[in-house]
């Protein structure tokens, strides 16, 4: 596989606010994003998980440069984007872009399917007539699984799993060779999240799209992903391919994490590990290693020194200073 995707050392800080949306005084800071770095191949799905607030969401659009870093390096396509602007960042977002959450708050309500399809296409001058619009609309909607009859429509006529097929033409359109797709099934019924799946890995097959799959639904990313990243208060704490980090978790955040998702088989059980206290705030994140708060594995080196992302396995890479397969507990099969 060629790499896609190169992120180096990605950290993003904002100023703390008050509960009144004032800033607070003196230097506090939220650090939301903190020392990524990962890569993504070519045809690949690299999921990104972690629990809500954890800097998932916040890492794809940096990577999108829909907020500027305040660190790190960006290189895509062999080319650094971090700092690109005008017309360099314009040819660097026509190769990624972007599958939202919400499907009813990502399309205007104002604008037809048409309209919409067809706007990235019209803003790069990319259309030559109404006819090759209406032409090159309906064969992305025919892609996603959609009649082109519906273009006229608008947003409110359509079903949560259809406007996020729509969304999903529009990502298309272009001919990107990468779609950041942040919880893209979240918000869509069971059944509905499995056919929007299957379309988005037709679709990997059919065009060699790559993917950063934002989610916390452990199930939904052990079907699409190739390789898994765990994110704790905005640091990666675990990485590899998804047999690995589902099959021999090394770190215990991770095996926590794991051991919290339901089980599909009756005939297994698990070993539920329930960590102590809260997620400290990212505007006070421990010293050494962010989990040492609520890990049962703690020792004096976890407060003084930050553990390095190191590796555990071929491909398979931990954050932790005692990092084990499943010292806490595994899966195990009953009678």
């Not at 020392?35 to 940096?62: H, M």
């Not at 939202?100 to 919409?116: A, E, G, N, V």
Request: hydrophobic share 40%.
């Amino acid at each position: 596989m060629t790499g896609l995707l190169s992120v180096e050392g990605l950290a993003k800080s904002f100023a703390a606010r008050s509960r009144w949306g004032a800033f607070v005084g003196g230097k506090s800071v939220v650090r939301a994003v903190d020392d990524v770095s990962v890569e993504i191949a070519e045809s690949e799905t690299l999921a990104l998980v972690g629990e809500s607030g954890c800097g998932k969401s916040t890492t794809g659009r940096l990577i999108m440069r829909l907020i500027e870093p305040s660190a790190g390096r960006i290189v895509f396509e062999g080319t650094d984007i971090t700092a690109a602007s005008g017309g360099a960042l314009r040819r660097a977002r026509r190769r990624i872009q972007m599958v939202f959450q919400d499907p009813r708050s990502s399309l205007s309500p104002r604008r037809t399917i048409l309209q919409t399809i067809a706007e990235p296409l019209d803003a790069n001058g990319l259309i030559r007539s109404a006819v090759h619009r209406r032409e090159t609309v309906a064969q992305l909607l025919d892609s996603v699984g959609l009649s082109p009859s519906v273009m006229g429509r608008y947003p409110h006529q359509f079903s949560g799993g259809q406007r996020q097929r729509i969304g999903i033409a529009r990502s298309i359109a272009l001919g990107p060779s990468l779609i950041v797709a942040d919880e893209p099934v979240s918000a869509l019924d069971v059944s509905v999240q499995a056919q929007i799946i299957n379309l988005m890995q037709d679709l990997q097959k059919e065009r060699r799209l790559s993917y950063l799959f934002i989610s916390h639904d452990l199930a939904v990313v052990r079907h699409i992903a190739d390789r898994v990243a765990v994110m704790y208060l905005g640091r990666i704490v675990e990485i590899g391919r998804k047999q690995q980090v589902f099959g021999a978790p090394h770190h215990p955040y991770t095996q926590a994490l794991l051991s919290a998702a339901p089980e599909a088989r009756p005939s297994r059980t698990k070993k539920r590990i329930v960590l102590p206290g809260d997620v400290p705030s990212p505007s006070a994140i421990p010293s050494g290693c962010s989990f040492r708060t609520r890990c049962p594995i703690a020792q004096d080196i976890c407060t003084r020194e930050r553990p390095p992302l190191r590796d555990v396995a071929a491909g398979h890479a931990a954050a932790c200073h005692f990092a084990t397969p499943n010292p806490l507990g595994t899966t195990v099969t009953t009678p």
